[in-house]
């Protein structure tokens, strides 16, 4: 028992349980203990729940498939007895949920325990965690920059070994994002995979859990764990849930690997573009035949993108008015003053930001010239991945356009703010799959570096092709074996 089992991945864990080198108690003790000693400058973690936690791995079966595994979750998933506030001072400490969301349900069924709720933009509407109504997570490969987001949490406590693992919601890119940025993998569902019930919605068309994990073994292992059909999300599709683990072969031969030409323009930091065409090399050495592809309708992602998820998030944020729960405003004057005063001292600038251009372009005479517009164009875009994946049976391409940029860089710019996401925005518009995965290290950040992700998109449901790319990439190069502190700790790439 060297090592903390914060250290560890699942399967190292699972291997440890299973073999009583530890106890599931120890196991959440030691990720308790790194929290403790770790998480104070990063602040990746709103609570932790060490009682709880501490009594359910006592009950713990380490022969369910990820029995005594302690996982974080981001905090706009309900889990029953825990605070979900959505890092928002509408919510904050004024909820506690009453009930387990189905990816919670599920986790609990396989064995896990989930510990500690992760910081994230509030209700999930942002690209770097500094949108949180509570504090600011950073990064922990340069405590100077952001985390990514909207689920920078959860990508910084799996990076900062203060997590074995965790779930985070991905709207337009807000697993892979963060993933890309703090260094760890990150896997964004197709949509209807995963069960929603029991999300806090933002945009109900788009929104997905996943995982976000330290390696596409741990991701395929908790992703077979929360997969599949729910009858309490009509979403959720009834598709068969495969035995993920069996596609991770190291064998890339015959897979055709498509490149996006609109995914390698302008706007893509140097040594971002540089990284990302040696992974691409480094998939052709493992067997990978290579592609060119195009996806026409790209430079119309982001504008639709942020008219159909302002629309859905301004009719989903519609049910918190502070009357049946959240921040509710002293001695209204009457109704209307109570929404008015309780909405605008619990939103943050984003929210509202947010709200307000949704109830526009849903708005009399601009729902046709807008929504209904955008949601023509996102037709297209669908069918334009369908083409791609015609010619390519995954698509490959930077994750961010540039590696984390400093708390406080874009706080006043909107649109550039909006831009991160540029390359993660279309696959949630057409409902694919993604994930990304480290690929190396741009100059910045101390010695080791700021990380660079590579993203790896999917058809629909075809999660396994996508893992089967990120797992043989990592088995060849160790690049996500990296960690901060250190400037080539225990990893270092073959690109």
């Not at 605070?83 to 928002?88: V, Y």
């Not at 390696?215 to 999300?233: C, K, Q, V």
């Not at 026409?296 to 998030?313: R, S």
Request: glycine share 12%; net charge negative.
């Amino acid at each position: 028992m060297s090592r903390s089992a914060a250290k560890l991945t699942i399967a190292e864990l699972q291997r440890d349980l299973r073999a009583k080198r530890r106890s599931p108690r120890e196991a959440v003790a030691d990720v308790l203990q790194a929290i403790d000693s770790r998480d104070g400058t990063v602040r990746g973690y709103l609570s932790t729940d060490a009682e709880t936690a501490l009594a359910e791995a006592e009950k713990a079966d380490v022969s369910l498939p990820l029995g005594g595994i302690p996982v974080a979750i981001k905090d706009l998933i309900n889990v029953a007895g825990h605070p979900c506030g959505c890092a928002s001072k509408f919510l904050d400490g004024a909820y506690t949920s009453t009930y387990d969301a189905s990816v919670i349900a599920r986790l609990r069924d396989a064995g896990a325990i989930p510990l500690g709720r992760t910081n994230m933009d509030e209700f999930a509407m942002g690209s770097s965690t500094e949108n949180s109504g509570v504090q600011v997570t950073r990064n922990p490969w340069d405590t100077g920059r952001i985390p990514g987001g909207s689920s920078g949490g959860s990508a910084a406590v799996v990076a900062n070994d203060t997590a074995v693992a965790a779930l985070g919601s991905d709207t337009g890119g807000s697993i892979r994002q963060p993933a890309a940025l703090c260094g760890c993998v990150g896997l964004k569902p197709s949509y209807g995979r995963v069960s929603r019930y029991g999300l806090v919605a933002f945009a109900s068309s788009l929104d997905q859990i996943g995982p976000m994990t330290k390696t596409s073994e741990d991701a395929a292992l908790l992703l077979g764990a929360i997969a599949g059909a729910d009858p309490l999300d009509s979403t959720c599709l009834d598709e068969a849930v495969p035995d993920y683990t069996r596609s991770l072969t190291g064998d890339l031969a015959g897979l055709r690997v498509g490149l996006p030409a609109e995914y390698f323009g302008e706007g893509i930091d140097a040594e971002v573009r540089s990284l990302v065409e040696a992974a691409i090399g480094e998939l052709e050495s493992l067997g990978a035949g290579v592609v060119e592809v195009s996806l026409p309708h790209t430079e119309y992602a982001v504008a639709t993108y942020y008219i159909i998820a302002t629309a859905e998030a301004s009719a989903n944020l519609a049910r918190f008015d502070g009357v049946r729960y959240g921040r509710r405003a002293a001695e209204p004057a009457d109704i209307l003053d109570h929404y008015r005063r309780s909405r605008s001292a619990g939103f943050g600038d984003e929210v509202k930001r947010r709200i307000i251009l949704g109830t526009y372009v849903l708005s009399s005479g601009y729902h046709d010239a807008y929504y209904v517009r955008a949601q023509k164009v996102r037709s297209l875009i669908r069918e334009d991945f369908s083409r791609a994946f015609e010619q390519a049976d995954v698509l490959v391409s930077p994750t961010s356009p540039t590696p984390a940029f400093e708390i406080g860089e874009n706080v006043d710019d909107p649109l550039q703010m909006y831009l991160a996401d540029i390359f993660t925005i279309a696959a949630n518009l057409a409902g694919i799959c993604g994930a990304s995965t480290p690929c190396g290290f741009a100059a910045g950040g101390g010695e080791a570096g700021l990380p660079v992700g590579l993203q790896v998109l999917g058809p629909a449901f075809a999660e396994g092709a996508v893992l089967r790319v990120t797992d043989a990439y990592e088995k060849a190069t160790g690049w996500h074996q990296r960690r901060p502190g250190t400037a080539s700790a225990d990893g270092g790439g073959a690109s």
